[in-house]
């Protein structure tokens, strides 16, 4: 019996039992359902974890002062480099001699051509003084000229004076003379030899004489008339050249200021020039990089010769953002950047559980995009609620940043990036007038999905 049965155990064995077959197939796709179901049931629960939307930007750390960026200083004249006294790497401070250049235009070859201006600008100076000194002279003269014409007219108008008396006083005694000449006379007739020729003729010499003396005292009357109305003319002549002179000095001084201005200026440039003969350093700071070699190589105006890196600039990150989401930051935001060198692991909708990424806050936004169309923004460290940036970060290093906005749930991020929705943010955050949707009641989701490409969405 019981060999039968082991027999029985054999054969079966061997045989396909398709009960057995169905019984472990069922098991295994309740295994699998089970799996999906609970598969479904996380994907489900992960997407109601709340998400933080955010607007992301690359760039590069800088200086938020421009006084604090790298300097390229330049040189002004055309020259030729003659000695350098930094090296790259070198710290120098604010007025330290970092290279010198001489000159190579001819006009300027000469080292004694500042002092040869300044001597022939005092030459001018003392040309200028004499014949200052001569217009005086001349206006001195005009003066006494005219004083002497004065006196002159008045002494011949006095003597017109005295010759009028004169001659009206021998007129008289002419006309005394001739009366009694014509008495004598009528006597010397009428009496017969009562009135001697002696006397006769001693009436007629004085009449004569009388006669003359009045020929003579208007002659000399005529004479000073006539001088008097010569003087204006002949003073007149002797002022009018004196006042020539005086013009063409005063011309030759004018002409003379105007080389000693020109002169004046001259050594003010060349005085300016000899300044730029020596570069200097503008501000504390590490010499970065010679542009140019040297001794003896030659550099035109305008050249950039060194690059000098400010001592202690006020670091920034400069951002470059799209410009639809320029419009969702303003400045204060909280940003987390990310710098190159520095490891980091960030999760951009999970900010909280980010390592290595450090605070930042919107500063400054640029009123106008780039050459490439995007918007740039500068960002400050925020040492209130995260730790300070690393101390070795150097300029130019490169930076990535996350704008943080609102929090939403993942599933509702996956829907607005597939129907390629707006951002949502705070309604306090959004711009004037792109309030709308927020203010007009109901979803605030669906507001966001109507806006289209409005930029901003309602609040959540």
Known sequence: ??????????????????????????????????????????????????????????????????????????????????????????????????????????????????????????????????????????????????????????????????????????SLEDSVARDQLRRRERLFRDSLGLVSMNDMQSFQIKAQQTAAKLIEKQQMLAITETDLTSIPAEYGEKISKARSDRAATLAEVSEGRSEVAKLQDKVGSLTLRSSFYVIEAPQDGYVVRANRAGPGVIVKVGEPIVSVQPARPQKAVELYVKPMDVALLKPGRHVRVFFDGWPALQFSGWPQVAVGTFGATVAVIDQFPSADGRFRVLLVQDTTHDEPWPTQLRLGTGAEGWAMLDKVTIGWEIWRQLNGFPLSIKASDAPPGDLVAGESGGDSKASDGKSGGSGVGGSK
Do not use: C
């Open 1 to 170: 019996m019981a060999g039968s049965d082991l027999d029985i155990e054999r054969e079966l064995k061997h045989l396909p039992l398709e009960t057995t077959t169905l019984l472990g197939t069922a098991n295994t796709s309740r295994i699998v359902s089970r799996w999906l179901i609970g598969i479904l049931l996380v994907l489900l629960a992960i997407m109601f974890l709340p998400w933080q939307q955010n607007v992301q930007g690359m760039g590069y750390v800088t200086a938020l002062s421009p006084a604090d960026r790298p300097q390229q200083l330049q040189s002004r004249i055309d020259g030729r480099i003659e000695a350098w006294y930094v090296a790259e790497g070198q710290f120098v401070k604010k007025g330290d001699s970092i290279v010198r250049i001489s000159e190579i235009k001819e006009e300027y070859l000469n080292p004694n051509v500042l002092p040869l201006t300044v001597a022939q600008r005092e030459a001018k100076q003392s040309a200028i003084g004499e014949k200052l000194n001569k217009a005086s002279a001349l206006e001195t003269q005009i003066e006494q000229l005219e004083q002497q014409r004065e006196l002159k007219i008045l002494q011949t108008r006095n003597k017109v004076l005295q010759y009028q008396a004169e001659v009206r006083q021998v």
